[in-house]
């Protein structure tokens, strides 16, 4: 299924995963972590930005789908890209999210080879005896940047997921990202600031949301309090200038940005 000249564009999915992490100066304090990844420089889309992991919906997720999305009381379509994100998280990350099942990082070593392999996550399941654990997984945003000029452009919904506290081994999968890394939402706002990361329009306002959080469970319940709708930013002259604009109540503290200040991906 070829989606790249859809008009609804092409269907995407991200997991924010959210770790607890010992503050340096007070190992005893706890702050709330997010994975972020470098995506390779040679990606057609944001190469060389700091994204949450994630990716396109592929359709073996929309035939998984189909087949589960029953069971998990949710439309085939939003099972899909639930099952898109716990299948690119773990073969961007290594890691098992949103799966059940006899699972520890050995045998999510072994499955996230044969997902390399098979591509597809469904075989994956059946292989390793696991299932499908979605309740883990909640909804946070659905950003679609819609512009008739530009011939590949992501709908992307992103979701929400915690690994509590503990040591956790994360790995890039040496095709698509170059970097792996945890950071407070804060703290990858700040070293885009300072020039060590750069990050596209939805990221940041994603990351400047998240830092309004001092914790998953508050991320959570802003997620679950506020309905997730689809975000598709505007140009707006404010004072003669150009600004890209969102919607001022899907729970962004942010809403704007100089145009001229978007970067681009």
């Given at each position: 299924?070829?989606?790249?000249?859809?008009?609804?564009?092409?269907?995407?999915?991200?997991?924010?995963?959210?770790?607890?992490?010992?503050?340096?100066?007070?190992?005893?304090?706890?702050?709330?972590?997010?994975?972020?990844?470098?995506?390779?420089?040679?990606?057609?889309?944001?190469?060389?930005?700091?994204?949450?992991?994630?990716?396109?919906?592929?359709?073996?997720?929309?035939?998984?789908?189909?087949?589960?999305?029953?069971?998990?009381?949710?439309?085939?379509?939003?099972?899909?890209?639930?099952?898109?994100?716990v299948r690119e998280t773990l073969e961007e990350t290594g890691l098992a999210l949103g799966l059940a099942g006899n699972i520890n990082a050995e045998l999510a070593a072994q499955?996230?080879?044969?997902?390399?392999?098979?591509?597809?996550?469904?075989?994956?399941?059946?292989?390793?005896?696991?299932?499908?654990?979605?309740?883990?997984?909640?909804?946070?945003?659905?950003?679609?940047?819609?512009?008739?000029?530009?011939?590949?452009?992501?709908?992307?919904?992103?979701?929400?997921?915690?690994?509590?506290?503990?040591?956790?081994?994360?790995?890039?999968d040496h095709a698509e990202n170059t970097h792996l890394f945890w950071t407070s939402a804060q703290g990858a706002l700040d070293a885009a600031e300072r020039g060590e990361i750069?990050?596209?329009?939805?990221?940041?306002?994603?990351?400047?949301?998240?830092?309004?959080?001092?914790?998953?469970?508050?991320?959570?319940a802003q997620a679950e309090a506020i309905p997730v709708r689809t975000i598709m930013p505007q140009v707006v002259e404010h004072n003669g200038q150009p600004w890209l604009t969102?919607?001022?109540?899907?729970?962004?503290?942010?809403?704007?940005?100089?145009?001229?200040?978007?970067?681009?991906?």
């Open positions: 299924m070829n989606t790249d000249s859809s008009p609804q564009g092409i269907p995407a999915a991200t997991i924010i995963i959210f770790r607890n992490a010992p503050l340096g100066s007070a190992p005893e304090v706890l702050m709330p972590e997010v994975l972020m990844t470098v995506r390779s420089r040679n990606m057609t889309f944001a190469g060389g930005m700091a994204v949450f992991p994630g990716g396109r919906v592929d359709p073996a997720d929309f035939a998984l789908g189909e087949a589960v999305a029953a069971n998990a009381a949710m439309t085939p379509d939003e099972a899909a890209h639930q099952i898109a994100a499955a996230r080879a044969m997902l390399a392999e098979v591509g597809a996550l469904a075989p994956v399941l059946e292989a390793f005896g696991w299932s499908l654990d979605l309740s883990q997984i909640t909804p946070f945003a659905r950003w679609f940047p819609k512009n008739e000029h530009i011939p590949r452009i992501y709908d992307t919904r992103f979701y929400l997921a915690n690994l509590g506290t503990g040591a956790v081994d994360v790995s890039i750069k990050l596209i329009f939805p990221t940041r306002r994603n990351l400047e949301r998240l830092a309004l959080f001092a914790s998953f469970e508050e991320a959570k969102i919607l001022s109540d899907a729970g962004y503290p942010v809403t704007a940005e100089l145009l001229e200040n978007v970067a681009r991906g």
